[in-house]
């Protein structure tokens, strides 16, 4: 057992009116320069909560951005259109548990657990390709930023109240999107462009000097 992490549990009171209580968190964080004014990258949520503690415990993660230059700090992590955290209880489906509403239930993607308090039984478990109860469809986390300057990102989640049936946040591979940098047309003998012996050609990223160091 490890302890909890303060930032995740104000963000989840601030935008649900829970108290995480958390325990067990686990985070990944980095700095990052970006060079365009947008980005993004894709992930799901997965629980073990789905199914018999959907309708309490909160699992929570938070996606926390911090702009180092202004001190701007967002969340990443939230219910498409809102300011709502993603967790257990703000995307669930009530037919696995009829004890409470359906949440956001458009973002639930599949349950694979058992039968609970007379509700629908999931899929069969040994076709569960994540190996927790349930998660949601994949998501997108994004932000407007400011190019050229430098951030702080923690990627952090924890259970609630217990140190039991852990959640986990999936990343998918190589959509960590902080810009793109457009250097033309490819050289190619097929286009009647190919770079040939003794020819020389200049490159320009469009990029400030600055991203150079």
Request: proline share 6%.
């Amino acid at each position: 057992t490890w302890t909890g992490d303060d930032e995740l549990e104000a963000i989840i009171l601030a935008g649900t009116g829970t108290v995480l209580e958390s325990n067990n968190a686990t985070k990944l964080e980095f700095d990052f320069t970006p060079i365009s004014n947008q980005i993004s990258f894709n992930f799901i949520f997965a629980s073990d909560e789905y199914g018999q503690f959907q309708c309490s415990y909160s699992d929570s993660f938070a996606f926390i951005l911090t702009d180092i230059t202004t001190g701007e700090v967002s969340n990443l992590a939230v219910i498409p259109n809102t300011t709502t955290p993603i967790s257990v209880i703000t995307i669930r489906d009530e037919q696995f548990n009829p004890n409470c509403d359906s949440q956001n239930v458009e973002y639930f993607d599949s349950f694979f657990g058992p039968v609970v308090f007379g509700g629908s039984p999931g899929l069969n478990p040994l076709g569960d390709p994540v190996g927790y109860n349930g998660f949601t469809v994949p998501l997108t986390a994004f932000s407007e930023v400011t190019a050229g300057n430098p951030y702080h990102i923690k990627l952090v989640v924890a259970d609630r109240g217990d140190t039991a049936f852990d959640s986990a946040v999936f990343l998918k591979g190589d959509s960590f999107n902080i810009g793109n940098i457009e250097l033309g047309d490819d050289f190619l003998e097929t286009s009647g462009n190919a770079i040939c012996p003794g020819d020389t050609v200049v490159i320009d990223s469009g990029l400030d000097p600055a991203f150079y160091n």
